[in-house]
């Protein structure tokens, strides 16, 4: 069994950074493809950023290409997602997860609790 303890969420002013950090536990993590995604209020969950068991494959969503940045350090299961120049859309409860196999499917992947973001203008 895979869990996700997701960290690091806070209120930010805009223009502002902050540093998520998801702790990753279960066999066979540090091979998982690993990603970010986040739900606004009334909003569908969406992508914000995955990475590969290697750190060498990484996506982001265009929303958030050269703001945020992912890493992963396998020694230690975490994942981690760096957000600089945050916006006020950007305020949202963002998510770790663990894809289950082959592509994301939100009703077989391994998900976090959650962690709130607040960007205030």
């Known amino acids: 069994q895979v869990q996700l303890v997701e960290s690091g969420g806070g209120l930010v002013q805009a223009g502002g950074s902050l540093r998520l950090a998801c702790a990753a536990s279960?066999?066979?993590?540090?091979?998982?493809?690993m990603g970010w995604f986040r739900q606004a209020p009334g909003k569908e969950r969406e992508f914000v950023a995955d990475?590969?068991?290697?750190?060498?494959?990484?996506t982001y969503a265009d929303s958030v290409k050269g703001r945020f940045t992912i890493s992963r350090d396998n020694a230690k299961n975490t994942v981690y997602l760096e957000m600089h120049s945050l916006k006020p859309e950007d305020t949202a409860v963002y998510y770790c997860a663990a894809q289950y196999y082959n592509r994301w499917d939100a009703n077989r992947d391994y998900w976090g609790q959650g962690t709130q973001v607040t960007v205030s203008s």
């Open positions: 990475i590969n068991w290697t750190g060498r494959t990484i």
């Open positions: 279960g066999r066979g993590i540090s091979s998982k493809m």
